[in-house]
């Protein structure tokens, strides 16, 4: 796998705990619409009482799927900070660490670390040749 591939990972698992961030507070919204159309119907209570728990039964399962994810997230994280502490330039340390684990955009990092975009380009492709070697010594 190369070097870049490898990095972008944390963004997409990133973006799908967002994604189910989102499913979470939708079905919370669900669940507190759920609770006041319910509540005003005179008919039987334990049909109330079945569908809030199934809402309430979805929304914990979500929420326990997203935990996992986030535990990934985290040592997937963990692994690249420690790939990143092994190169041995600080300059692409830093780059590497603004985009792979703040995603920030390569036009962000060029203001932040004060080079014009071309050179930031430079670096990036020495960085990330410098992390594809260390990652074939891990192999």
């Known amino acids: 796998m190369r070097a870049k591939e490898y990095l972008s990972k944390a963004y997409r698992l990133d973006q799908r705990i967002n994604s189910k961030l989102e499913q979470v507070d939708s079905l919370n919204e669900l669940a507190m619409k759920a609770t006041s159309t319910l509540s005003a119907m005179p008919r039987n209570p334990n049909m109330a009482t079945s569908k809030m728990a199934d809402v309430i039964s979805k929304i914990i399962d979500l929420q326990s799927n997203i935990n996992k994810d986030i535990d990934r997230l985290i040592d997937f994280k963990t692994e690249i900070v420690m790939l990143i502490k092994n190169v041995n ?25 004060d080079y014009s975009i071309q050179h930031i380009y430079r670096v990036r492709d020495r960085a990330l040749a410098e992390v594809s070697i260390l990652l074939k010594n891990d192999r």
């Open 89 to 113: 330039n600080q300059e692409h340390q830093t780059l590497l660490e603004k985009r792979y684990l703040c995603f920030q955009t390569w036009e962000q990092i060029a203001v932040d670390m």
